[in-house]
Structure formats: C-alpha cells, structure tokens
C-alpha cells in the first residue's frame, strides 16, 4: 500500500544504509539512532481510500487523523508530496509515528 522510514524523535529521516539495519552491538552513533528512532509510513491515496478506509468516507478519516496530529499534511490538502524510490515526488497520506501511540478512551 505505500512505504515505511525511520524517523527520529523530530520527524527527520534516519540515514542508514542497507548493511545497518542490522544492528550489531557496538555503541556507535548510527547504531543508537537507529535503535531510539521509529517508524512513519506513506500509504499512496488509492489504497488509502480503497483499502484502510474500505467502507468509511476517506476525507472524515483524513480530517480525523489531521484533527488529531497524526496526518503530515501540505497545509490546504491530506496529503503531502514526498520522493519515493522509483517514484519521484508523490503526494502521499504520510502518517506520523505517533500513529500508534495514542491511547484510547477505555
């Protein structure tokens, strides 16, 4: 449905190559920010709308999502432009890690 990167506590993308991401041990700097960062995801917009929000109205679903933080928006639109491997610059939903850290009411 669309790609996934590791960010670190400010949103910027963790630059590593393909050899690091498995992690031995050692204590260097690359290898701590790897291990502290977490994780956004860009889902492209038909299988946001076709898929994640199957049986829902996807602009509710965005303005929710936007509403509560979740959602990296250009300012007017849902979505945000953003360079893709093998893509270019798409627009994309592009959501936030902190995604999965809400709590929810019990």
Known sequence: MGFKR?????GEPVKIDAAT???DKRSTEESRAVTNS???????PEAFKREMCKGFDHNAVAAILRAAGHL???GQRFTN????PGMGKVAVYHFKPSI???EGDD
């Open 6 to 10: 590791m960010v670190d506590g400010e």
């Open 100 to 102: 999965f850290t809400t």
């Open 21 to 23: 991401e498995y992690i």
């Open 38 to 44: 977490l994780v956004e995801y860009m889902v492209l």
């Open 81 to 84: 432009r953003v360079r893709l």
């Open 72 to 74: 990296r928006t250009d």
